[in-house]
């Protein structure tokens, strides 16, 4: 199973970024999919979670301006992030969470490299 991440780059405040996963898991349909991010030093934070039923939730840190979206025909996940601030650089990554649902947030099984957003 691979996970690669693309889209980040650098961007002003109140900029957006589109963030974009390849996801090789067959069939992609069968699985929940999150976007999580981590600063050195600081622990996995859950940004945005999406349920095979297409049911998404978010973190309190980016409600109302972050929107994950599926395509499973394509094997993609996409984090579309509006109204950047500065709280918001760090390293993104596309994951598997290791439940679906309300327990999203509490641990992932696997992951990609990551993608770098910095916000200026």
């Known amino acids: 199973v691979q996970l690669v991440e693309s889209g980040g780059g650098s961007v002003q405040t109140g900029g957006s970024l589109r963030l974009s996963c390849a996801v090789s898991l067959n069939p992609t349909s069968d699985y929940c999919l999150g976007w999580i991010r981590q600063a050195p030093g600081k622990a996995r934070e859950g940004v945005a979670f999406?349920?095979?039923?297409?049911?998404?939730r978010y973190g309190d840190a980016v409600k109302g301006r972050f929107t994950i979206s599926r395509d499973n025909a394509q094997n993609a996940l996409y984090l579309q992030m509006n109204s950047l601030q500065l709280g918001y650089t760090n390293m993104y990554y596309c994951?598997?969470?290791?439940?679906?649902?309300?327990?999203?947030?509490?641990?992932?099984?696997?992951w990609g490299q990551g993608t770098q957003v910095t916000v200026s």
């Open positions: 994951a598997i969470p290791e439940r679906c649902g309300e327990a999203w947030s509490r641990g992932f099984g696997l």
């Open positions: 999406i349920d095979t039923d297409g049911s998404t």
